[in-house]
């Protein structure tokens, strides 16, 4: 059973902090992905990964870094967190073979005041 | 890029009717459309794909369908119940894994 694991389930931090989300997946996958999802917006995607060190721009990645440091683990950072980054985010991982099912975390909805 | 489209944005049905959500893309080079179920708290969860050499695909009371040449898919609920009750995502995956979202359908089922 594929398990997706996000850091925290809830954060609140001020304008301006920098702020590291976490995920980390069991299952070897090679590509990894963080989205934020908005009522009425869907899930757009910041940043993805296929392979360690690699990262690729999503729809919007402005404001965001990510880092792939380790194969199981994919960080998304907010250099300089705003009030509009407010936000659910969702960490996926998928095998890299052809199109498949991608397995969401649980997400960590961020609240920055 | 890819652009998915995703209508209607809410949908109530009384238990037991069918329930129709339809999606739209434009890149004609998307071959994947999964759809994902979204329950209240919880994270999306996969019910249903289909690749681009496939019309149709059903599996008990749920069937997609897709119409390459118009760019468009459909996800089909029959016989609906309370538990059916969600926010339903459907995508186009294009150029090696990247998913393009719909903006969500939120399903109501009145019992």
């Known amino acids: 059973d594929v398990k997706v694991t996000q850091s925290s389930r809830y954060l609140v931090k001020r304008t301006g902090e920098k702020v590291f989300l976490e995920c980390v997946q069991d299952?070897?996958?090679?590509?990894m992905f963080w989205y934020r999802q908005d009522p009425g917006l869907g899930l757009r995607l910041i940043y993805f990964?296929?392979?360690?060190?690699?990262?690729e721009k999503g729809d919007i990645p402005e404001g965001y870094s990510v880092s792939r440091e380790k194969k199981e683990r994919f960080s998304l950072i907010l250099e300089s967190a705003s009030t509009n980054q407010t936000s659910m985010y969702l960490c996926?991982?998928?095998?890299?073979?052809?199109?498949?099912?991608?397995?969401f975390g649980p997400g960590t909805r961020l609240t920055v005041t | 890029g890819e652009n998915v489209e995703q209508h209607p944005s809410t949908l109530s049905v009384q238990e037991g009717d069918s329930a129709v959500i339809k999606c739209t893309y434009s890149?004609?080079?998307?071959?994947?459309f999964p759809w994902y179920k979204q329950e209240l708290g919880k994270r999306p969860q996969l019910i249903i794909d289909?690749?681009?050499?496939?019309g149709e695909k059903k599996d008990q009371r749920i069937a997609v369908t897709l119409n390459k040449t118009a760019k468009h898919f459909s996800l089909h609920i029959t016989e609906t119940q309370p538990e059916d009750s969600a926010v339903y995502f459907c995508?186009?995956?294009?150029?090696?894994?990247?998913?393009?979202f719909g903006s969500g359908t939120k399903l109501n089922v009145k019992p």
């Open positions: 990964s296929y392979d360690v060190k690699m990262k």
């Open positions: 995508a186009g995956v294009y150029n090696f894994n990247k998913f393009y």
């Open positions: 890149d004609s080079a998307s071959n994947y």
């Open positions: 299952m070897d996958h090679e590509n």
């Open positions: 289909i690749r681009s050499n496939v």
């Open positions: 996926a991982s998928s095998p890299r073979t052809g199109a498949n099912e991608q397995y």
